[in-house]
T-cell receptor, first 116, second 114 residues
Framework: DTEVTQTPKHLVMGMTNKKSLKCEQH?????MYWYKQKAKKPPELMFV???????INESVPSRFSPECPNSSLLNLHLHALQPEDSALYLC???????????????FGAGTRLSVL | GNSVTQMEGPVTLSEEAFLTINCTYT??????LFWYVQYPGEGLQLLLK?????DKGSNKGFEATYRKETTSFHLEKGSVQVSDSAVYFC?????????????FGKGTKLTVNP
């Protein structure tokens, strides 16, 4: 099983709303990632969690707040978003043992977010 | 920093035509190289990978060879099908802050017509 499950598939929210995106994997992977993908662009890395600790934050605005409650779950809390934050949000996971350089990232199908 | 340069699309081919999508990279050290594919409305799927020089990755009739001397990882397929229509991303791995991150090219949209 190489599945990464993201919910919801689609989300429409207003600029004053608070919502959360959820990502789950049961492959025993210890690294999890959030990416943002605008139309006709490659994914842009937002956050990396390694062993449930935030490892990389690519200078993402504080209106995006990641959370890794356990090794299988990754959340992205959204608050006071702007219309330009509308995009496909992708979650990925990989094994990421220490010192490895050859890990494969497995991606979910994404959450398509529209901010009105 | 590390970067990936991918040929601009879109690419439109007839079924059974030969496909090449060029990819070159700039990196310190010897990163792993990947091709990911994204079908309409979906996330990314790993198509193939290579972890060291002269490695050839292959899957579903697609191939790419890790060429250190030309810093390239071109994607090829001998006979494309309509079902291969998708966006293809070349990527390399980059270690940062104790974790691994992918650096993507801009993507190449392939359309295969019957």
């Amino acid at each position: 099983d190489t599945e990464v499950t993201q919910t919801p598939k689609h989300l429409v929210m207003g600029m004053t709303n608070k919502k959360s995106l959820k990502c789950e994997q049961h492959m025993g992977h210890r690294a999890m990632y959030w990416y943002k993908q605008k139309a006709k662009k490659p994914p842009e890395l937002m956050f990396v969690y390694s062993y449930e600790k935030l490892s990389i934050n690519e200078s993402v605005p504080s209106r995006f707040s990641p959370e890794c409650p356990n090794s299988s779950l990754l959340n992205l809390h959204l608050h006071a978003l702007q219309p330009e934050d509308s995009a496909l949000y992708l979650c990925a996971s990989s094994q990421d043992p220490p010192g490895a350089l050859k890990n494969i990232q497995y991606f979910g199908a994404g959450t398509r977010l529209s901010v009105l | 920093g590390n970067s990936v340069t991918q040929m601009e699309g879109p690419v439109t081919l007839s079924e059974e035509a030969f496909l090449t999508i060029n990819c070159t990279y700039t990196a310190t050290g010897y990163p792993s190289l990947f091709w990911y594919v994204q079908y309409p409305g979906e996330g990314l799927q790993l198509l193939l990978k290579a972890t060291k020089a002269d490695d050839k990755g292959s899957n579903k009739g697609f191939e790419a060879t890790y060429r250190k001397e030309t810093t390239s990882f071109h994607l090829e397929k001998g006979s494309v099908q309509v079902s291969d229509s998708a966006v293809y991303f070349c990527a390399l791995s980059d270690r940062q802050g104790g974790s691994e991150k992918l650096v993507f090219g801009k993507g190449t949209k392939l359309t295969v017509n019957p």
